[in-house]
């Protein structure tokens, strides 16, 4: 169908934000898919991509514009073939952070991909913190993510597992069996973990001299590492780092506090039957699992 083919060629422009790539990788004329853009944005009523000198953006109607064809494409793939749950396929976008590709997706996704094999999953991976302003902008159809105390309620969650907050340092900076609060910190720029440390910070009553900041973890722990000062981090992510061997885990009686770790999609979209599997398929067992901390 005409209108499906838009739909697809409007989705695929909306993961690349570039009309030549899209142009080419759709084996179509770059004119051909403006020209399919404007018919679209004539169809809604509304301007659906901003094109500036720093490249194409997804409007506010393009992002809800975008959701409304991915439902279509998936409800339309069902009714057509008439498929039973079992023949699902789709194309499902999952955000994640390195860590979490590394430590838990391979068992959350693995039984998806066993009852529903066409189901089609792209990952993209950055910055823990923007994992629920992706999803909340369309951008991800699921997201693992550190949860907030207060989810918002667009979005339904449900906890997989929790890892306490640790401090870290360079293997070899100092012999210190405790942290040194007066000494350099790296922390990372925004999200639940900056948060937490600095509420821990305030309650200590200090006023902590922040060395270097990070965005992502996986980057903070880089800065440790080279000796830029003590870092907060998830145990989670000091497990799983590839440079485990060149920091160590800091004792401290009372830390920053613990995170706890879900899967989360729009809640707008559990009626999508792609959305639907992936949530129903992605449960964590009997019992949230425990991730402890990586010994000192």
Do not use: N
């Amino acid at each position: 169908m005409q209108d499906h083919d838009q739909y697809r060629l409007f989705l695929h422009l909306a993961e690349t934000l570039s009309f030549t790539r899209t142009a080419a990788d759709c084996h179509i004329s770059p004119a051909t898919l403006s020209r399919t853009v404007q018919r679209l944005e004539a169809a809604t009523g509304h301007r659906l991509l901003e094109r500036g000198p720093h490249g194409v953006s997804l409007t506010h109607h393009g992002r809800s514009f975008r959701r409304y064809a991915a439902e279509a494409l998936d409800l339309w793939a069902c009714y057509h073939r008439g498929d039973t749950v079992d023949d699902l396929s789709g194309h499902l976008r999952v955000f994640a952070s390195v860590t979490a590709c590394e430590s838990l997706l391979p068992d959350l996704l693995a039984p998806l991909r066993t009852t529903h094999p066409r189901v089609r999953i792209s990952l993209r991976t950055g910055d823990a913190a923007s994992a629920l302003a992706l999803l909340d902008q369309g951008e991800t159809d699921l997201a693992v993510a550190a949860l907030p105390d207060r989810i918002p309620a667009t979005l339904l969650t449900r906890q997989i597992t929790h890892t306490p907050l640790v401090l870290v340092q360079a293997a070899g900076a100092t012999d210190e069996q405790t942290p040194d609060l007066d000494k350099p910190f790296v922390l990372p720029r925004q999200g639940l973990v900056r948060t937490a440390a600095d509420h821990w910070f305030r309650s200590l009553g200090i006023h902590p001299h922040i060395a270097a900041e990070a965005d992502g973890h996986e980057a903070l722990l880089t800065l440790v590492a080279l000796g830029y000062g003590t870092g907060i981090i998830p145990g989670l992510v000091l497990q799983h780092s590839g440079i485990r061997t060149r920091l160590r885990q800091l004792p401290a009686s009372s830390g920053p506090g613990r995170l706890a770790i879900g899967i989360c999609i729009r809640r707008a979209d559990l009626h999508r039957p792609l959305i639907a599997a992936a949530w129903a398929e992605t449960q964590p067992g009997q019992s949230s699992r425990s991730v402890r901390a990586a010994p000192p």
